[in-house]
């Protein structure tokens, strides 16, 4: 009974799918980093897995619905080259900016100065976003050319949850290191 109601709002609302995708896939790529740091279930950053959840739940999921709406305006065919095309203008025009709201973002809610989290972009996003220019346009061109529109969203949320436990890897290990330098 619940799945059908639930089933009837996502497709009505579309921007929802994402939303409860993400409400799960982020948090999870969180618990997935923090057990490749060695922790476990009694010593989990739960804030932590909280604040990528409000994140993906509330930024994420209907940003990047916006710009699957938008890329399958401009780009209507579902062809390869076509799919190229919003896959290579995704990672010029979307990932910057998506990137620079992360880092900036999940900075706020740790609840560090702007200027702490304006230092974080500056120091982690050009090599975050080296790593997404090779990662993202083939999942993203193999999504835009064989998945409904309707379904990319969830389909590149479980791509995400990759990309998540990387995002939530590179945000924390120059954190530990700075706090590390703070300490001595």
Known sequence: MWWKFIVEVTNEYKILRGMISYSALWPIGCLIQQTFEGKRLKNYDWERCL??????????????????????????????????????????????????LFFYG????????????????????FDTYK????????????????VKPKNQIVVAGFFSLIWTTFLAYVKTSKKQTTELAAAM
């Open 131 to 146: 790593v997404g220019f090779f990662y993202w346009p083939m999942v993203q061109t193999v999504n835009f050319s064989l």
């Open 51 to 100: 604040r990528y959840s409000l994140y993906g739940t509330f930024v994420s999921a209907p940003m990047l619905y916006c710009w699957m709406r938008c890329a399958n305006i401009m780009w209507p065919r579902t062809d390869f080259r076509s799919s190229l095309a919003k896959a290579f203008t995704e990672q010029a025009a979307y990932d910057p900016f998506a990137i620079v």
């Open 106 to 125: 999940m900075s706020i809610l740790e609840r560090r100065s702007q200027q702490q989290a304006g230092d974080e972009v500056r120091d982690k996003f």
